[in-house]
Nanobody
Framework: QVQLVESGGGLVQAGGSLRLSCAAS??????MGWYRQAPGKQRELVAR??????NSADSVKGRFTISKDSANDTVYLQMNSLKPEDTAVYYC???????????WGQGTQVTVSS
């Protein structure tokens, strides 16, 4: 059974930092990442990491860093210099290419106050 367990969301003032964690289990994941969805908006990619490297949205470059502990299949998102527009529900994503399946975490709320 695949599980993605997220933690680390919360309320922070603009300019502050948060670190999200996502521990994955139950499959072999070829890529992991974070997406976010703000009210009234579509879910969007924040950052992703795979054996090919990392990529991130232009809106977070220079502020957010994605990393992974491969021994534990845990992915982290270090978020610095947070802005009110970063407010959203953040979802962990993990991909199993061999089965062609995307897995999603339950989501964690990040709220940045101005």
């Amino acid at each position: 059974q695949v599980q993605l367990v997220e933690s680390g969301g919360g309320l922070v003032q603009a300019g502050g930092s948060l670190r999200l964690s996502c521990a994955a289990s139950g499959s072999i994941f070829n890529a992991m990442g974070w997406y976010r969805q703000a009210p009234g908006k579509q879910r969007e990619l924040v950052a992703r990491i795979s054996s090919g490297g990392t990529n991130s949205a232009d809106s977070v470059k220079g502020r957010f860093t994605i990393s992974k502990d491969s021994a534990n299949d845990t992915v982290y998102l270090q978020m610095n210099s947070l802005k009110p527009e970063d407010t959203a529900v953040y979802y962990c994503n993990a991909r199993d290419y061999s089965r062609g399946i995307n897995f999603w975490g339950q989501g964690t709320q990040v709220t940045v106050s101005s």
